[in-house]
């Protein structure tokens, strides 16, 4: 693969210079900048690492396996070389892997099991903003272990939109800021008739005349942010008709659907770039957002919303929910417009509704009796937080686990709760798989994989609360 210049090569002397002579470091950088694939091939010969591994966090599977794939493509070397990843259930890494991308749940895993993290160098958080919970334990954790165990381990935070400041100094370290490479994006509110705004069941007629004037307004493609698959399915139906080439030009027109539970085929298909003298409309969740790089996109339209973790007190689970995006997603979202030329974005929403400033980091507002499970094997719960968890949502916790018998009365982790991080899913559901008699242990285990995993049924089905449908 031919390497392409990219802004973030500008300041990476100065990124090594200050790796050479201090542990931490927090780099700002825009899409586009080429942080995710630059940084840590250019860390891989410092003095400092000695041979050793860098792993790179990245909040999705998908972008684990992309930013995997092209990084070892730019050496040469098929993935499992000298770049790897591992996510779950699935891991490419071999003796020879220097660099490992890694979702956040392994680093935890990782840390846990070896608190000295030998034989690795550095950590590298990637899409740091996001702020899923096992990031912010996984960062929290790590400056413990440097704290007390590696001071010679360095940590890395990038992102791009980060509060670069307040980072900074709950880290501690200093703030390296690239260019990004973006052309201007002219932002559209398209008129929303009444009963087509989300969510109103008529929404997909809104999001067809918006993705026909995308195609009739600009070249190239046109990606399309959805919060989830089920409505990508709802969208695909409706711009059905497009695909017969009703749209300015003519010519062939796809629809590809970019989502975490698509086959690694279509994946992969979705991120290459279209065949000649096509276009696409790629309907795609917030895995686009930020560290995939989908070529040809030069309009975007935004429903302005994604599916996030909220706590159900009624359930006593955390579901994905359909919420507003925050204006820092907005404004990435709509940057995918402008990396190949000046661009066009439009939201589906009132241009009078104003989104709030930042992402709510999901440490408040899910629920946290698997944080209080890890952070009782790890031993303490005093870390150094970017945010620290609510006390009252960690009390809640604590009392939830004290009663599925994971904890004692002191809050330590008795030798089930510790059977029970190790079997993975939430501490309800491996109470119950703990607990089944021997007999019935494989129907506790099914029950407990489709009570956790996404469920498989769509529209009026996906409400049934009969998981024996679910399993036919």
Not at 74 to 94: A, D, H, L, M, N
Not at 229 to 239: D, F, N
Not at 272 to 278: L, R, Y
Not at 437 to 456: F, G, M, S, T, V
Request: proline fraction near 8%.
């Amino acid at each position: 693969m031919q390497r392409t210049d990219l802004p973030i090569d500008a300041i990476l002397p100065e990124l090594a210079a200050i790796l050479a002579s201090s542990t931490r470091v927090v780099l700002e950088a825009p899409p586009g900048a080429g942080k995710t694939t630059r940084v840590p091939p250019a860390l891989l010969d410092a003095p400092w690492l000695a041979g050793r591994t860098i792993l790179m966090l990245e909040p999705r599977r998908i972008a684990a396996r992309a930013a995997a794939g092209f990084m070892a493509a730019q050496r040469g070397e098929p993935v499992g070389g000298t770049v790897g990843y591992r996510i779950r259930f699935e891991s490419k890494v071999s003796a020879a892997t220097r660099i490992e991308v890694v979702t956040e749940g392994i680093l935890t895993r990782m840390i846990q099991d070896d608190p000295e993290l030998a034989g690795v160098g550095a950590i590298v958080f990637d899409e740091f903003h996001e702020r899923h919970l096992h990031g912010d334990l996984g960062a929290a954790l790590a400056l413990e272990v440097q704290a007390t165990l590696r001071p010679d381990l360095r940590l890395v935070i990038m992102s791009a939109t980060l509060q670069g400041e307040r980072i900074a100094r709950w880290f501690d370290a200093p703030r390296v800021a690239s260019a990004g490479r973006s052309f201007p994006v002219r932002i559209e509110h398209p008129p929303v008739r009444a009963g087509e705004a989300w969510p109103a069941r008529g929404w997909p007629f809104h999001l067809r005349r918006a993705v026909g004037q995308a195609l009739a307004e600009n070249d190239g493609d046109v990606l399309v942010f959805l919060p989830g698959k089920r409505e990508i399915e709802r969208a695909h139906s409706a711009l059905d008709g497009l695909d017969r080439g009703a749209h300015e030009g003519g010519g062939p027109l796809r629809l590809v659907p970019l989502h975490g539970e698509l086959p690694l085929a279509e994946q992969q298909a979705a991120l290459a770039p279209a065949a000649p003298g096509t276009r696409r409309v790629v309907l795609a969740t917030n895995v686009a957002e930020s560290s995939l790089t989908l070529p040809g996109v030069r309009a975007v339209v935004d429903l302005g919303l994604a599916r996030e973790p909220r706590f159900d007190p009624n359930s006593g689970f955390t579901r994905l929910e359909a919420v507003a995006i925050a204006q820092t997603s907005a404004d990435q979202r709509a940057g995918r417009a402008g990396r190949l030329g000046a661009g066009a974005c439009y939201r589906l929403w009132p241009q009078s509704r104003r989104l709030d400033a930042e992402r709510t980091p999901e440490i408040a507002q899910v629920e946290l009796s698997q944080l209080a499970l890890e952070l009782a094997a790890w031993g303490s719960d005093a870390l150094h937080w970017l945010d620290a968890p609510p006390p009252g949502a960690l009390a809640q916790a604590r009392e939830l686990l004290r009663r599925l018998g994971a904890l004692d009365d002191a809050n330590r982790i008795s030798d089930p709760g510790r059977r029970m991080l190790a079997f993975g899913p939430h501490p309800r559901l491996a109470a119950a798989v703990l607990h089944a008699r021997p007999d019935a242990l494989p129907l506790a285990c099914d029950l407990a994989a489709l009570i956790e995993a996404r469920n498989p049924l769509r529209g009026d089905a996906a409400r049934n609360d009969d998981f024996r449908m679910r399993a036919t």
